[in-house]
């Protein structure tokens, strides 16, 4: 079973500042993780892929980066309408798909 | 564009059912895998199933095993989820989404709501 553990639980920063997301894997799942952002009463959104690959319309101040099990979601400059919840994603082959339990990016 | 709606939800009693429906739209629903995911009130994403494009194959999430039936209709362009046996714990939003490559969802709807409550 593949654990997932996102650091921190909350990240509280001002617009313009840069945010660091970790995701860590209790084994390696290579380059399959995927970021999603939800903000309040929407659905997710697909960031990005394959640890690094931006989905399609994602911003470029969104990037992904990590392999194995080591994962890190940087958001350039911090705009208001980023301040959401983030969750990592993986395959775990003997569980199904696994979301970690999110990290929360709200304004200080 | 690319849309995904889900219907169906309701308050319902322990130990009642309920079929969610997902309708799809502006892309070609036959060639997509789809997935159903929950999410509880103030909880994170709990994947709960997955079914090929085809409909021949179907997994599921060990919590709703045995109770929940994932199926889709590609004349229809709409994917089912039949919840049976439903639980307190079964309460949540319950989102359809598009699969991408196998790994990850790259669709989402709105998603609908499932209260499991006497």
Known sequence: ?108 | DVQLLESGGGLVQPGGSLRLSCAASGFTFSNSAMRWVRQAPGKGLEWISTIIHSGDGTYYADSVKGRFTISRDNSKNTLYLQMNGLRADDTALYYCAKVMDFFYMDVWGKGTTVTVSS
Do not use: M, N
């Not at chain 1, 380059?31 to 690094?52: C, E, F, H, T, V």
């Not at chain 1, 194995?68 to 569980?95: K, N």
């Open chain 1, 1 to 108: 079973e593949i654990v997932l553990t996102q650091s921190p639980g909350t990240l509280s920063l001002s617009p313009g500042e840069r945010a660091t997301l970790s995701c860590r894997a209790s084994q390696s799942v290579s380059s399959y993780l995927a970021w999603y952002q939800q903000k309040p009463g929407q659905a997710p959104r697909l960031l990005i892929y394959a640890a690094s690959s931006r989905a399609t319309g994602i911003p470029d101040r969104f990037t992904g980066s990590g392999s194995g099990t080591d994962f890190t979601l940087t958001i350039s400059r911090l705009e208001p309408e980023d301040f959401a919840v983030y969750y990592c994603q993986v395959h775990d082959p003997s569980r199904g798909f696994t979301f970690g339990p999110g990290t929360k990016v709200d304004i200080k």
